[in-house]
């Protein structure tokens, strides 16, 4: 999946028409919230906004993927962006600190900055009553995207002061693509995709002897049920 504007509109097409229309409108929320499952664009569309945010030649609010900001977002190397995630199994008081004492300072080469808090429901509870605070005195040219595949983790107080922006589940189509760029047959894949919408599921499936067995025996049926299907009833005596 690639990162264009374009091919994240057919991942995620109602999330860009809002964030779209907000740059129209120029009415960019200071806080976002995106919330939803596991590979259904979150990171992705974040550094695309950011990228709209700051890029210096945009084509209709959207970014140009060239100048040396949009450059540098792509690279992980812009000044006026950081990016924050667990260290370890959570968010740390000491990362959001380090955060507003950057914020703090005005922007290193504009006069807006932004932060992306990835798996924001991660954070202990002391770093969420930081990160409260810095959302409720939000600096001029100050932007936040806080991402969770977690919702009713979160604190209200913390929901309650983002715009928040849903992204829908994956297409049975669009899962089992992403499984066989996680290295699944398509057959797997295939079958997968249609017993669960979630990525971590179907690859934790992927790996069980049993669901393995049952793929095996599956396909056999299916043959023996089109070439032979008089051995049908045969077969599955024989095989459960
Ligand atoms: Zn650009």
Redesign the pocket.
């Known amino acids: 999946m690639g990162n264009t504007w374009e091919q994240l509109e057919a991942l995620q097409p109602n999330v860009l028409k809002i964030l779209q229309n907000s740059l129209l409108k120029e009415r960019v929320a200071h806080a976002y919230l995106f919330e939803g499952s596991k590979g259904t664009g979150k990171k992705q569309i974040s550094f695309l906004f950011a990228?709209a945010l700051f890029?210096?030649?945009?084509d209709n609010h959207r970014?140009?993927?060239?100048?040396s900001?949009?450059r540098r977002i792509d690279s992980g190397n812009h000044p006026d962006i950081h990016l924050i995630e667990p260290a370890g199994l959570s968010i740390k008081k000491e990362q959001i600190q380090f955060l507003q004492s950057e914020f703090t300072k005005t922007g290193v080469e504009s006069n807006k900055k932004l932060y992306i808090v990835n798996h924001v429901d991660k954070m202990t509870v002391s770093a969420a009553n930081s990160l409260l605070k810095f959302l409720e005195e939000p600096g001029n040219g100050t932007y936040a995207i806080l991402l969770t595949e977690n919702i009713q983790r979160l604190l209200d107080t913390i929901i309650s002061r983002c715009q928040v922006i849903s992204f829908r589940s994956l297409t049975p189509e669009q899962l089992a693509e992403k499984l066989v760029e996680n290295g699944l047959s398509a057959v797997d894949a295939s079958i997968l995709s249609n017993l669960t919408n979630s990525i971590d599921e179907a690859i934790e499936l992927s790996k069980d002897e049993w669901f393995g067995l049952a793929i095996k025996l599956v396909i056999q049926l299916y043959e023996v049920l089109t070439t032979r299907p008089q051995q049908a009833l045969l077969f599955i005596h024989e095989k459960w």
């Not at 890029?55 to 945009?58: F, G, K, S, T, Y």
């Not at 970014?63 to 100048?67: D, F, G, R, S, T």
């Open positions: 990228k890029c210096q030649n945009p970014p140009c993927h060239e100048c900001n949009c």
